[in-house]
């Protein structure tokens, strides 16, 4: 079954930290690019971090220098470190990748003030 299943979502206070994974399956992990997007109530899904399957990065200047996207090709996992939280990172998080063009259900990240 080709699938995209996220964990790790929750509630943080501001400043706090979360590490978002999402696991694989039924893909050819190591050929795909990865991303994480994310969506919060009245706005449009955005870009959040992307990897590709050589290890290249790229953010959105909005989470650049705090978050950190990577990926564990034996694992068939992709993650996302996120530090120093705000309330405005507060959203569904969504995993996805390109091969074929697959989401994850969203997992729910909660950033207090």
């Known amino acids: ?67 950190t996207i990577s990926r564990d090709n034996a694992k068939n996992t992709v993650y996302l470190q996120m530090n120093s939280l705000k309330p405005e990172d507060t959203a569904v998080y969504y995993c996805n990748a390109n091969r074929p063009i697959i989401w994850g259900q969203g997992t729910q990240v909660t950033v207090s003030s």
């Open 1 to 67: 079954q080709v699938q995209l299943v996220e964990s790790g979502g929750g509630l943080v206070q501001a400043g706090g930290s979360l590490r978002l994974s999402c696991a694989a399956s039924g893909i050819i992990f190591s050929i795909n690019v990865l991303a994480w997007y994310r969506q919060a109530p009245g706005k449009q899904r955005e870009l959040v971090a992307g990897i590709t399957n050589g290890g290249n990065t790229n953010y959105a200047d909005s989470v650049k220098g705090r978050f």
